[in-house]
């Protein structure tokens, strides 16, 4: 009995780690940080700072349940973006459009879907691989890697409602990553496809032998995590009204690293998403509060890195110490 | 009467199924390996897969000669040695991680910090040398942060329990933040006596930097494929149980890895400073294209197990592959392209082959 | 206690060892004491504490409790390094050996060779030393090339033995050693193991065959439930009576087999075939019938467990299950013909030790719970009333499956398959690694999904509890059933004569 109440306690720990270290930046940023706590500056941590990534994160914490990882969704985003503009450049109209970036996007999808459930590559290396072809494709699809510009003129007025308009006064990115993550949030806790990739991430062959097939997990998981990409790809575009090849990649990085802070959430380390939302979270506010702060703009990733590392060091510290229990 | 466990006799005997006819022959069998068949295939397989990648290497060498004149020059191919220093310096210290870790990416031995490792040593040089200190001071500071840098993915690795993929990549963004903090992100300027000697060129017009690589490898090679060190790196790697069933301190060797790796990122720092005239932004962009040199190179291996020479070939590959495409003007961005399906389809070979043998 | 053999010194003396894992006791004050020069046999039942009295002497735990002497000097805890200087080395059960590594390599890790005055390997003296030392002492030549990958099992546990041989040990330790040989390889093993004890090295036996510790030990301790219950000298002791102390005597007669009328054919196999494997097996069920199937490794009968659920392919004959034919190129496609599959390999294949009871349970029958959402409420239910049920001892059904004991494992590894309603039951080795009470759990459950109209085929190599709970058993020899028996009809030694004695034939012809 002492043991379970001793492991329950750790997890405990484990738990409120990344809620403390939330709670604990944001009070430090509203005490140091002139502006941090004022409205228009929260609302632009979530729009800027927030928003997009959230939504590559959820993505990623769908392959990262499946016991995977997608190094393309960066890749997924970039496609989604460019049928997008090639698409609203050929004169298609947005909506027909957007459904076009979003096949882009699921496009990416299908090829790790092919290697991973088809053929069987690991998914680290198969999706890397998808990367590295990935943006031979861009650049030979821009002559180069040249930039895809709208016109200012010519740009409809819909195209710009994914990123710059508001629907009763909430910029339309949050809503539509509010919309994402509340939806993977069911997908991955309370639908039988959640459950099965979970299961599939924690125990491969249980679920084979449980009469599930592997092979249409893996596949479905890759489509997904790439389809919810692309709709990042839509919003970025939307807002920048340009095409820049290979922009994508940048969210991959701090999309593992959410998504695996957001692990320390969980009472047993599994990857989930509200997890991952306040990983994502915390990286915005820790961005956003040390550029208020008026410390050096390069003092920012160095903080971010900090925090990332005691998180996971403190979760990894705590789920060892869990496990010996 | 006896009782229930005289009966067990599970595991008694191991006879695959065999028809009645081939019993008088049995017992002269009993020491061939019953899998003589799959094994031979298997190593044909293998012969397959590194015979084509060497093939392959060949094949894009003879094209280049053929279709660019100079390509096949001394001068040339010192130059893509000499342009190759800094990637092959970076992979080499990745090997010796994966190799360590084993090659299961994700829980095994990765370090996403090398690239940005080498940024900050690159700056550490470069900065210490603009305030005027030595070449000898310079470069144990440069050595000594990316030492550092692996100390910290040490630690974070196997004290910690950190998985390799996630501690080095939150190192990295601390790394490349420091890098920023350090230059606010400009190019330092740096000279002196020692980079100039090393981006000068040597004995028969070929570059310093080309006969470093080639010293540098040997001198690595020596020591991972040719010492027991070496040996109970592979051993750490591969089969942790049996390396700790051996008396070996698993968690010593990882711990090692992490640190020479750490090394090699101050060293390609050095060498990014001489090469580069100072340091830098950007070290960060090299770090994907060095984790696909590196697991590439397992195909040149006689076991398909990343080697420090296998490693230095699949540098040499890209290098040239990059060389060629420059030559015959064609956009070099296509590399990552041809270095992708490369990856992709030796891991699908290897797959699919190791998929028919299980059969 | 009952006396040791000989009067010689001891070199490994455990006294009153306790050693708990989290909740459960592995060992509960077992002492052991082995002689200098003996060969001595360590038997006791899964679950009995071998492994763990064997891990504590490798230093891979450590005592809770007790005293641990090796040579005269007392040791709070040992480790791995410290045991093998002390001269003790072991003959793992998994055969721990690098895939990737030549067999010199893999000899010689952790000492290698160098070539003398300089840090660099002799890679020639390694490959010279392990052929001189395998041909030396098993006969065997191995290609200079050959990787570890690439040898036969009984090949990988000689070159696990030439690694213990090379360091000259004082004692060497054999856990389950015969598991992968042949009976060849295992006579073999025998010489091998007399020889060294001629030369004076001390043999700790660990085995689950009571005839060969008959023909090889001088003394034998026995485990029962975390204690040595005796130490007796081989000579003055039968194997029934070893046998006899190993389990508690009364559960022999606990088989809770209820008498059930078979209804109509539920699954029929006829002349099913996988190339190399099996050949020609045919039989049919009813439900409410139990079938066994018995066999040594090899024999065929897991092999066609395996065919059935779809694990494997079979290359002729036919499955019919309810008069359909059916064939099932997967788990899935098995499964969606009521099939249900209790693999042996339990912590692998049968549970996800990382997700609760609840999540376990369901996973094979999601479907009726999930309309488009999971509804958590029915899947609780359902779990808490097959945890009722099955008397699966849990703190609540969100608890990890790791948290369970071995038999409340299997319980919720059968409990998957129930919450599904499935119809035939192919249960693997349903009782390894699990203690007494659960065995004795297990079988009233067999016997409840025979009641309820289910079909049931064990596959179990404990023939006393395959005539306990079946109604027919089939015996495998070489990919065929050579004989076919009635449960009640026979007795334990005729079966185990039939699959012994058919291979005593066969080893005398061949």
Redesign the interface.
């Known amino acids: 009995m002492a043991n379970v109440a001793v492991s329950s306690f750790s997890r405990g720990v484990a738990r409120s780690a990344l809620v403390a270290a939330l709670a604990a930046v944001f009070i430090l940023f509203a005490a140091l940080a002139p502006g941090f706590l004022s409205g228009a500056n929260l609302l632009s941590v979530l729009v800027n700072n927030f928003a997009l990534l959230a939504i590559v994160a959820i993505a990623m914490t769908f392959a990262v349940s499946a016991g995977g990882i997608d190094l393309s969704v960066g890749t997924a985003v970039d496609f989604s973006s460019f049928a997008f503009v090639s698409l609203v450049l050929a004169g298609q109209p947005v909506a027909l459009a957007a459904l076009g970036g979003l096949a882009g996007g699921a496009l990416v999808g299908l090829f790790n879907a092919v290697l991973i459930a088809g053929i069987g590559i690991s998914p680290f290396l198969a999706t890397l691989g998808t990367l590295f072809v990935g943006r031979s494709v861009q650049q030979l699809l821009t002559n180069g890697g040249n930039p895809v510009y709208l016109p200012p003129a010519g740009v409809p007025e819909a195209f710009r409602f994914l990123g710059q308009g508001t629907l009763a006064g909430i910029p339309v990115p949050l809503l539509v990553a509010a919309l994402v993550i509340g939806g993977a949030w069911l997908v991955l806790s309370r639908t039988r496809f959640g459950r099965v990739a979970l299961a599939t991430g924690i125990q491969a062959s249980v679920v084979r032998y449980s009469g599930l097939r592997l092979p249409r997990i893996a596949a479905a998981t890759y489509i997904l995590v790439s389809t919810i990409a692309a709709v990042v790809g839509l919003i970025l575009t939307s807002t920048v009204t340009v095409y820049i090849p290979s922009s994508g990649n940048a969210f991959l990085l701090n999309a593992i690293g959410a998504t695996f802070i957001g692990t320390t959430f969980d009472p047993h380390g599994r990857p989930n998403v509200p997890g991952t939302v306040l990983g994502v979270l915390l990286l915005g506010i820790v961005a956003n509060g040390l550029l208020l702060s008026g410390l050096n703009f390069y003092w920012q990733q160095v903080g971010t890195g900090l925090l990332i590392f005691c998180v996971l060091a403190i979760g990894f510290a705590n789920r060892k110490a869990a496990g010996r229990a | 009467m006896s009782r229930a466990p005289m009966r067990r006799f599970a595991m008694l005997v191991d006879t695959p199924y065999i028809p009645a006819s081939a019993l008088e022959v049995e017992a002269q069998k009993a020491f061939e390996p019953p899998g003589a068949g799959p094994t031979f295939g298997r190593r044909f397989a293998t012969l397959a897969l590194r015979g084509g990648a060497l093939a392959v290497f060949l094949g894009v060498l003879i094209v280049f000669s053929v279709t660019a004149p100079f390509f096949l020059t001394v001068g040339n191919i010192g130059n893509v040695l000499g342009q190759s220093a800094i990637a092959g310096v970076l992979a080499i210290g990745l090997t010796i991680v994966i190799i360590a870790g084993g090659s299961n990416v994700v829980t095994g031995g990765i370090d996403l910090s090398l690239a940005a490792n080498m940024g900050l040593s690159a700056a550490v040089y470069a900065t210490l040398a603009q305030a005027g200190h030595g070449d000898g001071v310079a470069i144990a500071g440069a050595l000594g942060t990316g030492l550092a840098i692996g100390a910290v993915n040490a630690a974070a690795v196997t004290l910690a329990g950190i998985v390799p993929l996630l501690a080095t990549l939150a190192v990295m963004n601390v790394v490349a933040g420091l890098e920023l903090v350090l230059t606010q992100n400009t190019v330092v300027p740096a000279s002196g006596a020692f980079l100039s000697t090393l981006s000068a060129g040597g004995p028969f017009g070929i570059p310093v930097l080309a006969y470093l690589l080639l010293g540098f490898t040997l001198a690595v090679a020596a020591i991972v494929q040719y010492t027991p060190l070496g040996l109970r790196l592979y051993a750490v790697g591969a089969f942790p149980d049996a390396a700790r069933a051996a008396g070996l301190p698993v968690k010593t060797f990882v711990a090692g890895s992490f640190l020479a790796s750490g090394l090699c990122g101050g060293l390609a720092g050095i060498l990014s400073v001489s090469y580069l005239s100072g340091s830098t932004t950007g070290a960060g962009d090299m770090l994907l294209p060095v984790v696909v040199t590196a697991l590439l190179g397992t195909v040149f291996s006689r076991r398909l197990v990343p080697t420090i020479t296998g490693t230095l070939l699949s540098v040499l590959f890209v290098g040239f592959l990059i060389n060629g495409f420059q030559l015959l003007n064609i956009s070099s961005t296509l590399v990552s392209g041809v270095q992708g399906l490369l990856i992709l389809l030796v891991v699908s070979a290897t797959t699919v082959l190791g998929r028919k043998e299980n059969v | 206690m009952i006396g040791t053999a000989g009067n010689g010194e001891a070199i490994i003396r455990l006294e009153n060892i306790v050693k708990h894992f989290?909740?459960a006791t592995a060992l509960s004050g077992a002492s052991l004491t082995v002689v200098r020069g003996s060969i001595h046999g360590l038997?006791g039942?899964n679950g009995a504490g071998k492994s763990t009295l064997i891990k504590l002497i490798a230093g891979l735990h450590r005592p809770d409790e007790g005293r641990l002497e090796i040579d005269g000097r007392s040791y709070d805890r040992l480790t791995?390094?410290l045991a093998?200087e002390l001269g003790i080395h072991?003959i793992?059960q998994?055969r721990?050996?690098?895939?990737?590594?030549t067999v010199g390599?893999a000899l010689f890790?952790?000492r290698?060779l160098?070539f003398p005055g300089t840090?660099?390997?002799d890679r020639g003296a390694m490959r010279r030393k392990s052929a001189e030392v395998l041909e030396r002492y098993f006969g065997?030549a191995l290609p200079h090339s050959a990787?570890i990958a690439?040898?036969?099992?009984?090949?990988k546990q000689i070159v696990q033995i030439t690694r213990a041989l090379i360091a000259n040990p004082k004692v060497l330790v054999f856990d389950?050693p015969?598991?992968?040989?042949?009976?060849?390889?295992a006579d073999l093993l025998f010489q091998l193991i007399r020889r060294l004890s001629s030369e004076g090295v001390t043999i700790l036996y660990i085995s689950?065959?009571?005839g060969e510790i008959a023909d090889l030990c001088d003394t034998v301790t026995v485990l029962r439930n975390g204690r040595d219950v005796a130490t007796l000298p081989v000579a003055k002791t039968?194997?029934?009576e070893i046998?006899?102390l190993?389990?508690n005597?009364d559960?022999?007669e606990l088989y809770p087999k209820p008498a059930v009328t078979p209804g109509e054919v539920l699954l029929e196999v006829d002349n099913l075939a996988l190339a190399?494997?099996?050949?020609a097996v045919s039989f049919s069920l009813r439900k409410g019938e139990v079938l066994g199937f018995t066999g040594?490794?090899?024999?065929?009968a897991k092999e066609v467990v395996r065919t059935l659920f779809g694990l494997d392919r079979p290359t002729g004959g036919t499955v019919s299950v309810k008069g359909e034919t059916v064939f099932c190129a997967?788990?899935?496609a098995?499964?969606?013909r009521h099939l249900a599959?209790v693999?042996e390999d339990r912590r692998?294949?049968?549970?996800?030790?990382?997700?609760s009871v609840t999540?376990?349970t369901t996973?094979?029958s999601?479907?009726r719970f999930?309309h488009?959402?999971?509804d958590?409420g029915a899947e609780r239910r359902q779990t808490e009333d097959l945890v009722r049920r099955l008397q699966i001892k849990t703190?609540s059904v969100d608890a990890?499956v790791k948290t369970l004991s071995g038999g409340n494992q299997q319980k919720v590894a059968i409990a998957?398959w129930l919450s599904?309603q499935s119809e035939i039951y192919l249960l693997d080795?349903p009782t390894t690694g699990v203690d007494i009470a659960a065995k004795v759990e297990i079988y009233r459950l067999i016997g409840e999904l025979a009641e309820r109209g289910a079909v049931v085929l064990v596959l179990s190599?404990?023939?006393?509890?395959l005539l306990g709970v079946t109604d027919r058993v089939l015996v495998f020899f070489?990919?065929r059933v050579t004989r076919q028996f009635i449960s009640s009809e026979t007795s334990?030694?005729e079966?185990?004569a039939d699959?012994?004695g058919a291979?005593e034939t066969?080893r005398h012809?061949?």
């Open positions: 989290g909740g038997v039942q791995p390094h093998e072991f793992h998994d721990l050996l690098v895939p990737t590594f390599e890790l952790g290698e160098r840090p660099f390997l065997l990787l690439d040898l036969s099992a009984a090949e389950e015969t598991a992968a040989l042949v009976r060849r390889e689950h065959y009571l039968s194997a029934a046998g006899a190993m389990v005597r559960i022999g190399d494997r099996f050949d040594l490794v090899g024999s065929g997967d788990p899935a098995a499964t969606d599959l693999p692998r294949d049968g549970v996800a030790l990382d997700l999540e376990n996973l094979a999601l479907d999930s488009g959402l999971i958590r703190d990890l998957k599904r080795e190599s404990d023939i006393e509890e070489r990919g334990p030694d079966v185990l699959v012994t291979y066969l012809a061949g």
